[in-house]
Every structure is written in C-alpha cells, then in structure tokens.
C-alpha cells in the first residue's frame, strides 16, 4: 500500500507541470469572460506603455553594442566601478543602460556581456544582482502622474529605486569575490568576441540585426504581460488570489497596515503594473503606505520580470540565484528609504 502510494506520488511530481498546463487551459475556458477583458487590458497595457517606451531603447543598446562606447566607459569608469561593485568598468554601460531603460535591459545587457566574454561569469551575474531596474518613464510617468496623480511622488520613488540599486551592487560586490581576478586592468588586447564595429558600409546591416533582435524581446514581454493578466484574472475569479492574500493578515495587523492592501500586494508580487495600480487605487488617509508598498514592489519587480530574465540568462550559463536575492533586497531597501524620505522630509509626507 505504502509503494501504491509512493507511486502515485512520484507520478503527480513527475507529471505536475503537464497538470498544471492542463488545469490552466480548462480555467482560461471556465473564466473567459473576465480573461478576455484582462487579455485587452494586457495588451493595451503593452501596446500603449511598453512599446514606445522599451523598444527604441532595445534597439538603440544593440546599436551601442557595436560600438566602442562600451569599452570606452571601461577605461573611464574602471577605477571607481572595480572598488564600488567588484565589476570592471565596462559594467558601467549595463548599469546607466538599466536605469534609462527599464526592465528587463539590463539582465539583457548583462548577458550580452557574457556572450560576448566582456566581463567574467561572476561579474555578469553581479550586473544581474543590481542592474535591472525600472526605469523613469515607467516610474516617474506612469506611476507618478498616471497612477498617483503626482510628479513628486513619481520623483520620490525613481530615486529610492536607484538609491536601493546601488545599495545592492555594493553589498553584491562580494558575490563570489575570490572565483575572478581582483587585478584586473583595462586592455583593449583583452576583448573577445567583440562584435564588429557599425561602419557606413554595414549600418543597414546593423540596424536590421538590432531592430530584429530588440523586436524578439519586446514581443516576449508582451507575451509576459498577457499571460499574467490573464493568470490574475483566474486567481481573482477563482478566489485563490483572496486566499493566497489572507496569509499576509498577520504581517499587516501586527504593522498596522489596513489588510485591504494585501490582495494588490500578492497581485504585485506576480505582475508589478496591476499591483502597483491597485495599491493606488486604495482611498487612504496615509498614503505613505501606498507609496512605501509601491516602492517594494517596484524594487523586487514580480514573477512576471524574474521569468522574462530567466528567458535572456537561459542562453548563457549565468546563474538567477543573485537576480533573486538582490531583487529581494533591493525591494526591502526601497520601502526603508521611502520611508525614511518621507519622516525626514515633512513636503514628501502625502498623509492626510
């Protein structure tokens, strides 16, 4: 009886995914009307938001690849890069890259680096640990104004967000410190598998690989989005969304934080736009909660942002562990200092 059971149990664990697909497919036919409006929002929310925001930077770091812009930043930016993140200066060109763009251009960046064998494997995956983050078009525009209805509150969370960055490429500078060497020196004989410098005679040819390649990253963010409306959309439906954000009631009450908070919050932790929007729809008299639980999630960036990386580093041997960890991190920094901002300066306090 105990093998019978033994059986069945190494049966479903084998088989858990072929059931979950299963189960997911028969709940898109359960739930289809509430999906398919999540699925148009989805879509609107790529197509109007990310689109003309991401893909001419997608397009405009491919370019920059082909140049020596990058290992000019590394002979420039070498001496304070190596003492602050352990990262060779051209790490400097995935960090500023990541800010202006937003998710996911750096891990992307990151992983082109070691494709193309600029910096080592523990270095990349120091980049990962800090570099992609949200940037201020997403921060400043569509959370600030849109969602917030306030610049300064858009202001506030951009810079917590690269404070809290920075906070934890420096703690992630000793990520592996003795499995690379501390000595290293910038030498152009040191490049490999550069990619070939854009000329006049191959612009045509660079820019129709760059706008290829940025197009098949776009289109999988997309794809990202919608799948994850419509995931949200069951679990709402379905009410396992509600349970899953009832185990956060004990947090909350012992912070003294209303529990309305903790179904966009479990959202957030899936899809960062939906969850965000959601907390800023929440009526209440201390907003600061609104903004110190928008920062967290805006510095962890959900399952939907840790999958789309999980699908750039799957071509290279980077390992996600130090993306998890320093997304974690950099989510708990950015409440703190939020907070911190807000007690410290009376004109950031929005409480009524």
């Known amino acids: 009886m105990i093998l019978k059971n033994n059986f069945y149990v190494l049966k ?4 858990f995914i072929s059931i979950f697909l299963l189960a997911f497919t028969f709940c898109l036919l359960i739930f289809s009307n509430s999906n398919l409006a999540a699925v148009k929002s989805g879509l609107s929310l790529w197509a109007t938001s990310v689109v003309p925001s991401l893909f001419p930077f997608f ?4 370019l920059l ?3 020596n812009i990058v290992y000019g930043l590394g002979f420039i930016l070498n001496k304070y890069m190596k003492p602050i993140f352990n990262i060779r200066g051209e790490g400097a060109f995935a960090f500023i890259m990541g800010i202006i763009s937003g998710y996911p251009v750096g891990a992307k960046i990151a992983s082109n680096f070691r494709q193309n064998n600029i910096c ?6 120091r980049l990962l640990s800090f570099t992609n983050n949200s940037g201020p078009l997403f921060v400043v525009g569509t959370i600030g104004i849109l969602m917030f209805k306030s610049t300064t509150i858009g202001i506030l969370l951009f810079i917590t967000h690269i404070l809290s960055s920075i906070s934890v490429g420096i703690i992630f500078r000793f990520w592996k410190k003795n499995k690379n060497s501390n000595d290293y020196t910038y030498n152009s004989n040191s490049k490999k598998h550069k990619p070939k410098n854009i000329s006049i005679s191959n612009l045509g040819e660079i820019l129709s690989e760059s706008i290829t ?3 098949s990253t776009i289109l999988l963010i997309g794809g990202f989005i919608v799948i994850f409306s419509s995931i949200i959309s069951i679990l709402k439906a379905s009410g396992i969304l509600n349970i899953c954000s009832s185990f956060l009631y004990p947090i909350f009450n012992l912070l003294h934080i209303d529990t309305e908070f903790c179904m966009p919050l479990a959202s957030g932790f899936l899809e960062i736009t939906n969850g965000i929007a959601s907390i800023s729809n929440i009526a209440c008299k201390r907003l600061s909660i609104n903004i110190i639980l928008s920062a967290f999630l805006l510095g962890f960036g959900g399952i939907s942002v840790l999958l789309q990386v999980l699908s750039i580093t799957s071509k290279t041997d980077l390992s996600i562990k130090p993306y998890i960890l320093g997304k974690i991190l950099h989510g708990i920094l950015a409440s703190i200092y939020t907070y911190i901002f807000i007690s410290i300066f009376p004109f950031l306090n929005f409480d009524l």
């Open 12 to 15: 479903l664990k084998r088989n």
């Open 65 to 67: 690849m082909h140049t």
């Open 59 to 62: 397009v405009a770091t491919e």
């Open 213 to 215: 390649s940025a197009n």
């Open 120 to 125: 080592t494997k523990e270095e990349c995956e």
